[in-house]
T-cell receptor, first 117, second 113 residues
Framework: AQKITQTQPGMFVQEKEAVTLDCTYD???????LFWYKQPSSGEMIFLIY??????QNATEGRYSLNFQKARKSANLVISASQLGDSAMYFCAMRGAVSGGYQKVTFGTGTKLQVIP | IAGITQAPTSQILAAGRRMTLRCTQD?????MYWYRQDLGLGLRLIHYSNTAGTTGKGEVPDGYSVSRANTDDFPLTLASAVPSQTSVYFC????????????FGPGTRLTVL
């Protein structure tokens, strides 16, 4: 079984500061991938960043970076220089091995980030 | 514009009625998915399709059915809607093996009274 835990229901950050959104995971699969998605108030799901379990370096995409600590089973999202437009819900997700005919993707319950001017 | 479209955007439905949520993608992705999003529960997979002509059950399939007659379309049907199916429904697709980055549609907000 695979599980994603996001322990921060909501967070505040001052504009232009960095913020870390926590994500821990549990899986018995040797190969897996970790994703972060952003969901603004308009409702759409926007892919942000991906980290494979065998990737040697932490993934980065512009102001987003994924702090991958395999031994701790954590995949925290770091947003540098926060902007007002970063206010949204953020979901951590994991894909694991094929189970029941598909490669299961499990989502966390999300963290609501609010950027303060 | 490439992407995924869903229809309707929102719907209010009486319990017991049949409803089909439509999903169309133009990215020629093999895999398609239906999720429901409920407050505090994140996204849960209802049904999936790895390729045209095949479908499978996800985590919460009861009360829903899907079909995949072609690559582009993946409709979700509620045969007899119940209030617990009130939710926001997202269709998604991915390229290559299932589990790669998923692209999401804009969602359908469904209320069952």
């Amino acid at each position: 079984a695979q599980k994603i835990t996001q322990t921060q229901p909501g967070m505040f950050v001052q504009e232009k500061e960095a913020v870390t959104l926590d994500c821990t995971y549990d899986t018995s699969d040797p190969s897996y991938g970790l994703f972060w998605y952003k969901q603004p108030s308009s409702g759409e799901m926007i892919f942000l960043i991906y980290q494979g379990s065998y990737d040697q370096q932490n993934a980065t995409e512009g102001r987003y970076s994924l702090n991958f600590q395999k031994a701790r089973k954590s995949a925290n999202l770091v947003i540098s220089a926060s902007q007002l437009g970063d206010s949204a819900m953020y979901f951590c997700a994991m894909r694991g091995a094929v189970s029941g005919g598909y490669q299961k993707v499990t989502f966390g319950t999300g963290t609501k980030l609010q950027v303060i001017p | 514009i490439a992407g995924i479209t869903q229809a309707p955007t929102s719907q209010i439905l009486a319990a017991g009625r049949r409803m089909t949520l439509r999903c169309t993608q133009d990215m020629r992705h093999n895999a398609m998915y239906w999720y429901r999003q409920d407050l505090g529960l994140g996204l849960r997979l209802i049904h999936y399709s790895n390729t045209a002509g095949t479908t499978g059950k996800g985590e919460v399939p009861d009360g829903y059915s899907v079909s995949r007659a072609n690559t582009d379309d993946f409709p979700l049907t509620l045969a007899s809607a119940v209030p617990s199916q009130t939710s926001v429904y997202f269709c998604a697709s991915s390229d290559g093996p299932p589990g790669n980055e998923q692209f999401f549609g804009p969602g359908t907000r469904l209320t069952v009274l």
